[in-house]
């Protein structure tokens, strides 16, 4: 999802009374707004009509407190005139954070206007302005006996921070609070605030036109209002308690050598490491894994608590109950992390040292076999005694669902001291869901052991039902039930995956994700406090359609049929849902011939593509409607890459339609999309921008003035364009042979869009070198959001960048996810917090993050392309960016049936370069020929290919340049010899 974060705790604290109470106040609260209304805090007090601003304040909405948030282009809240708003003495207060650069005007928090825009112009209000003469200000303006009286504080505006301001005044003075410090007063002759029969508004002004110059752009949480001057300690205290829901400021720290290197190289604009390793022979995992720390830490107890990482050990197929182990061995969770259901392991001086604590003391995690989803931990406890344990997930006689296996073991070098023991906590006990190796279990309290040197304790532990009765847990127990699990992982992911490649770790990774997104289908995450069982569209059918695309078609099937059923609703995205939706479904027929999957949906298929066409006809730029951005950016706008990916799925629909037998459906919808797409470039057209260095800035809200982000992380919205504008990128909105689209990566490139190939993302956002103290994990420092590396990635192929292709593979298998268990979040740190030694990450698993692994994976051993009109499919690309390294003397790398939209395709890769020759075979696919054909061999150091045979006769149809194998037109199986020139 874009940017989308579960506060557990934000609306529990949104509702906390300020120091003031309801009886003195009006208070308007984004947390008790609903609908279109913002309510105050009591029925009896006046209400207002929230009009263009949006409230964020759910899942969605990657919000550390509830706000409406402001467009900067008239959105406000009104509230009528009325008595209770006209108050002679008066205490005004506002919670905001405005947008950065968006104050060179005043703009007014909340203003209640005069009659007319005449000197002394407001009844009341707060304004903000950052000009030369007004530096970073926030002023206080009133009027008495019509006259004007204000008052400024200069240099106290933070920008891109949320500011706490109050003005008061009591019938002489007017005092104003601004973050902690007092200005003013000024004293005026005694008198009542003037009172005039006009609205309370919240964001724009009563009598200037609602434009960007005079409207209100970001944040603001509350708007308080009580009819008298309130003490200044007071206001002083209702700071102070309500400061903790808000985010603190950036904090800088000294650097150390390692974060003086990696901050030097993020303010780069372009990504220098990446580029070195290129240059060097191309990105390898050792040349790249240490250059950050190790993703280790995640979301804990809350979505704002730092805590060890959580793994997901289920049936595929995703049916609950869940059990959700701890990384460090120290918990398992029946459901998600924070669930009330839980076994903890404590060990050490009375058991009370929880296992894994320290995590210094910690070896591992790591997963049996290297994939398995068997967790391997060793444990040295403060008393010295080193542990080992294992935990999996299986299935006993007698039961519908998983329970978890645990085993472990005492050190056997040493004498244990007689004070150690194991303590087995459980919450929520039930009777029966437990059973110990060392005797019975007591029906409440801990379970205790006591060892010696060398014992072992085995455990078997169900989270929800009652274990079968007479069910024995020991050695021989446990072996079997890891025997039974390994066993069910094989026949699910098979001991020959899809893709064979010659690096052990590859292997591991490639096998582990498919578990994972077996389990989760197509939502975005399980387990965790943070995304549990959610959907967000597009990443759900990404992940979905690598499930189709490594040889999984029925839950893929499963997953796209039940995505159709859900969305995010009106005053969202629906458009760019409907359009991943349609691109997604046309996609899944292409690779597996499903007719009936498209027949079974037509109808729901065309309602999308009757609406697209009734909302081209009404718009007068022959676009659809403009809506909501993402999840973290509420203003409407004709998004590009909403407009992109709705014509690029009505386009795929209309020629899928024209194949299953429905050519009216075919012949209606591809004249539509030809025109849509005349009109989004013509929208593109006005909002591209040349730029100095020769790339090409594309803005991402057609038919708007255009602000180029460069560096492009440095403000959030530049950070989400990063996200994003992919989507449109990659589409097939322009040709594959379009210059822009290679001016376009340029911008990418070189203005800070990726690190280590990683997708570079700063949500607060944070200066280079900061970090904010109560981020959130995985955004408290700049960093990456990997879930939006597919359309990155498909541009890449598109444009055969090979070597970038690879760097982002490796560098998302070294740094975007976890080292030994292979679990990503949504966004990470690139550095840690100060006085760790661990990056953090948002929530995990996430399905849509390990989609985009699989899908480099893919991209580099099989690239399918359609044509620039139809959609139709037209090239298969075979090991187009495979690491030169796989291609060493003696390795060998195969591909076994992986689905193309020509049907399945088989081949290997033997290298004999020693001898100066490579051999390959191919089995090309037999459903569709493909119009083109080519085998690409990637050798270390790029041995010049001198001569190639095909079926044992010579072949001329290699470029040598181009290290490719020109196979088109070609049927069968192919076996083939390249000779290479001797090294140099």
Not at 238 to 262: G, I, N
Not at 719 to 728: F, G, K, T, V
Not at 784 to 792: G, L
Request: glycine share 10%; aromatic share 10%; proline share 8%.
């Amino acid at each position: 999802m874009i940017g989308r974060t579960a506060l557990a705790l934000g609306m529990a604290l949104a509702a906390a009374p300020a120091a003031w109470s309801a009886a003195e106040a009006m208070r308007w609260d984004a947390a008790q707004a609903s609908g279109a209304v913002a309510h105050a805090g009591r029925p009896d007090q006046p209400a207002g009509a929230i009009e263009g601003a949006v409230v964020m304040a759910s899942q969605e909405d990657l919000v550390e407190r509830p706000y409406f948030a402001f467009d900067g282009r008239g959105a406000c809240v009104r509230l009528p005139d009325g008595p209770a708003l006209n108050p002679g003495t008066l205490t005004l207060s506002a919670w905001f954070r405005p947008a950065p650069g968006t104050a060179a005007t005043q703009k007014a928090l909340a203003v209640k206007s005069r009659p007319t825009h005449q000197q002394p112009w407001y009844q009341y209000g707060l304004f903000i302005l950052d000009s030369v003469e007004h530096p970073a200000a926030v002023c206080a303006c009133l009027s008495v006996r019509d006259g004007l009286v204000s008052l400024e504080a200069p240099q106290a505006l933070l920008p891109d921070q949320w500011n706490y301001a109050a003005m008061s005044f009591d019938g002489n003075a007017l005092r104003l609070f601004v973050n902690g410090t007092w200005y003013g007063p000024v004293t005026v002759p005694a008198g009542r605030v003037d009172a005039s029969p006009t609205p309370l508004l919240f964001g724009v002004y009563g009598n200037l036109p609602r434009t960007p110059e005079y409207s209100f752009h970001g944040a603001i949480s509350v708007i308080s209002l009580a009819g008298e001057a309130l003490p200044p300690e007071r206001i002083e205290a209702a700071f102070r308690e309500e400061r903790p829901q808000y985010p603190a400021a950036a904090a800088s720290r000294v650097e150390s050598p390692a974060e003086r290197e990696l901050n030097d190289a993020l303010r780069a604009g372009r990504d220098l490491w990446g580029e070195a390793l290129i240059a060097a022979g191309g990105a390898t995992y050792d040349g790249l894994k240490d250059r950050l720390p190790p993703l280790f830490l995640s979301t804990g107890q809350t979505n704002k608590d730092f805590g060890v990482h959580n793994l997901l050990f289920a049936a595929a197929g995703g049916e609950p109950p869940y059990l959700v182990p701890l990384a460090d061995g120290s918990r398992v969770a029946a459901g998600r992390w924070d669930s009330a259901r839980y076994l903890e392991i404590g060990v050490g001086t009375g058991g009370l040292e929880t296992y894994g604590s320290t995590l210094a003391d910690l070896d591992g995690p790591r997963l049996g076999g290297g994939w398995y989803p068997i967790l391997e931990t060793g444990y040295r406890d403060r008393t010295g005694v080193t542990w080992r344990q294992e935990c999996f997930a299986a299935e006993v006689p007698g039961l519908s669902h998983q329970v978890a296996f645990i085993a472990l073991h005492a050190d056997a070098a040493a004498p244990l001291d007689p004070g150690v023991l194991v303590s087995i906590r459980r919450g929520q006990p039930v009777g029966g869901d437990l059973v110990l190796s060392a005797g019975p279990v007591p029906e409440a309290g801990p379970a205790s052991w006591q060892p010696h040197s060398g014992a072992s304790l085995y455990l078997i532990w169900s989270p929800q039902d009652p274990l079968p009765a007479g069910l024995r847990a020991d050695a021989a127990a446990h072996e079997a039930a890891r025997a039974r699990c390994r066993r069910y992982w094989d026949e699910c992911v098979g001991t020959t995956p899809v893709f064979e490649v010659p690096e052990a770790i590859v292997m591991d990774a490639q096998r582990q994700l498919l578990v994972q997104n077996l389990i989760m289908l197509w939502r975005y995450s399980l387990g965790s406090v943070v995304y549990h069982d959610s959907f967000y569209q597009p990443e759900g059918s990404e992940a979905a359609s690598l499930l189709a695309m490594y040889g999984y078609p029925e839950p893929a099937r499963r997953s796209l049929a039940r995505l159709l059923e859900l969305s995010k609703g009106p005053g969202n995205y629906v458009n760019w849902e409907r359009g991943e939706k349609l691109s997604h479904g046309a996609h899944y027929y292409h690779l597996t011939g499903d007719e009936d999957f498209i027949r079974e949906h037509t109808a729901l298929y065309e309602s999308y593509a009757a609406d697209f066409a009734a909302q081209i006809a009404a718009d007068p730029h022959g676009l659809l409607r403009p809506e909501r951005q993402c999840g973290d950016i509420p203003t409407p706008s004709y998004a590009l890459f909403h407009q992109a990916v709705a014509w690029r799925g009505l386009r795929d629909m209309a020629t899928v339609w024209g194949q299953v037998g429905r050519d009216d459906l075919r012949e209606r919808y591809e004249t539509l999309a030809r025109q849509w797409r005349q009109a989004i470039r013509r929208g593109v057209e006005r909002t591209s921008r040349d730029l100095p260095d020769g790339s090409l800035f594309v803005g991402l809200r057609l038919h708007e003035p255009v602000e180029v982000y460069s560096p492009i992380t440095v403000t959030r919205l530049g950070s989400y364009w990063n996200l994003c504008m992919p989507y449109a990128f990659a589409s097939g909105l322009w040709v594959d042979d379009d210059p822009a689209l290679r001016r376009i990566l340029d911008f990418i490139h070189g203005h800070g869009g990726t690190l280590l190939g990683l997708t570079r993302f700063n949500y607060y956002p944070t200066p280079i070198g900061s970090h904010r103290p109560d981020g959130l994990p995985g955004y408290c420092t700049t960093g990456f959001d990997n879930v939006y590396m597919p359309a990155y990635l498909q541009l890449l192929a598109q444009l055969d960048e090979a070597d970038r292709l690879v760097l982002s593979f490796y560098g998302r298998l070294a740094h975007g996810m976890t080292r030994g268990t292979f679990v990503s979040g949504e966004g990470d740190t690139a550095a840690p917090r100060p006085g760790e030694a661990f990056r953090s990450m948002y929530g995990g698993p996430c399905s849509g993050n390990n989609a985009a692994m699989l899908l480099a994976l893919r991209l580099m051993l099989v690239h399918d392309r359609v044509d620039d009109d139809a959609g139709l499919p037209r090239g298969l690309f075979l090991a187009h960016a495979t690491p030169r390294a796989w291609l060493s003397d003696g390795q060998r790398l195969r591909v076994h049936g992986a689905p193309t939209l020509f049907g399945p395709v088989s081949y290997s890769i033997t290298s004999e370069l020693s001898q100066g020759r490579i051999h390959a075979e191919v089995a090309i696919p037999e459903r569709t020929a493909p119009a083109t054909l080519r085998l690409r061999l990637r050798t270390p150091g790029q041995r010049r290919m001198a001569g190639v045979t095909v079926n044992g006769a010579a072949h001329d149809a290699f470029d040598p340049a181009d290290e490719s194998i020109d196979l088109s037109g070609r049927r069968g199986l192919v076996r083939l010899t390249a000779t290479f020139m001797p090294e140099r």
